[in-house]
């Protein structure tokens, strides 16, 4: 129902226009008070769809976020209130969207550069006539108060609905998850904690009843801090390298180590961390002894075939194809 960022932040400056048409005013949507009543959003989303999602993935840490990818048919349901905030994009998709809550009217179009935000707490009928291909993330109120709280901002409850909304910037990022998330289990947890501190605040910055501008100092990280930083990303222990160690250890926010870490390296935590993987694959494929199957699990992928397909998006070549030319 619901589809490269800034080199430093990973967040554009540039303002979106509204293109949905209302018949009244957008309005800030007010969370339902009795948190039993708010269903959890993938599953309130698959009762919606009707269908298995493509992909989800996540984890119980709520700085991960889940992040799932569905394609569905024509909808016409009520979707019942959330317990996290929804923020989609769309891929290869051109649909009207309509969305009605009491008196409220509002429609928009489906289709790549656009976002469609569900806040917590909101329940609204949807009418969507065909086909969609979308991406989602679900964004908890939590991580939204706590960005709020790194960056010095008093916390955002008012998020604003949004249907089939401009947002280059958002819809970037998430269409990123459909490449990114390779099977790594280190490289899909980090992924997807930057990808929630980046998402979180452009939500703030941009789609809140009181927008802020939520900019990180400027300056990288000290050597000894970013020295640290590289000792976690080459551990071997996936649970040493989640953002929240990374920032700790360099004794500032979540907020502020991912643009500090680019500046000091020119790549982002995660893209470092996949480098270093794709020179740790290629150094194990030299040695013909080591079966590929084997190669793919010491580096933490689920399998050899999500090791295979994130070998080949980042060299061109397969590890079986590459390994023989390197003989």
């Not at 656009?114 to 679900?138: C, E, F, N």
């Not at 998020?159 to 790594?184: F, K, Q, V």
């Not at 992924?191 to 100092?217: C, D, K, M, W």
């Amino acid at each position: 129902m619901v589809g490269s960022s800034d080199a430093r932040t990973g967040i554009s400056n540039e303002e979106a226009q509204q293109s949905s048409q209302t018949s009244a005013a957008t309005e800030t949507l007010k969370p339902i008070d009795d948190p039993k009543e708010l269903r959890p959003a993938d599953r309130e989303m698959a009762r919606v769809l009707n269908t298995p999602p493509l992909q989800i993935a996540g984890g119980i840490d709520p700085s991960q976020a889940l992040i799932a990818h569905w394609q569905h048919g024509a909808l016409h349901d009520v979707v019942e209130p959330m317990s996290d905030h929804v923020v989609m994009t769309y891929i290869d998709t051109m649909q009207r969207l309509a969305r009605r809550s009491g008196r409220s009217f509002a429609s928009g179009t489906a289709r790549p550069g656009a976002v469609t935000i569900i806040p917590a707490g909101s329940s609204a009928r949807w009418d969507i006539d065909g086909k969609v291909d979308v991406l989602q993330l679900y964004l908890s109120q939590a991580t939204i108060d706590r960005i709020a709280a790194e960056a010095g901002k008093t916390a955002a409850n008012d998020l604003l609905e949004r249907t089939g909304h401009p947002d280059p910037t958002i819809s970037r990022l998430l269409t990123m998850a459909t490449d990114a998330l390779e099977g790594g289990a280190a490289l899909d947890t980090l992924f997807r904690q930057q990808l929630t501190e980046l998402i979180a605040t452009r939500v703030l910055s941009s789609h809140t009843g009181t927008p802020t501008n939520y900019q990180p100092p400027l300056g990288g990280l000290s050597p000894s801090a970013l020295r640290r930083a590289m000792e976690r990303l080459r551990s071997e222990n996936d649970t040493d390298v989640s953002l929240a160690a990374l920032a700790s250890d360099a004794g500032i926010s979540r907020f502020h180590f991912c643009r500090a870490f680019k500046e000091s390296t020119g790549l982002s935590p995660h893209t470092w961390l996949r480098q270093h993987r794709l020179e740790q694959a290629k150094a194990m494929l030299r040695d013909p002894s080591m079966p590929i199957v084997s190669i793919a699990a010491e580096l933490g992928y689920g399998s050899q075939t999500a090791f295979a397909a994130a070998f080949r998006r980042l060299t061109g070549e397969t590890p079986t194809d590459w390994r023989r030319r390197a003989r």
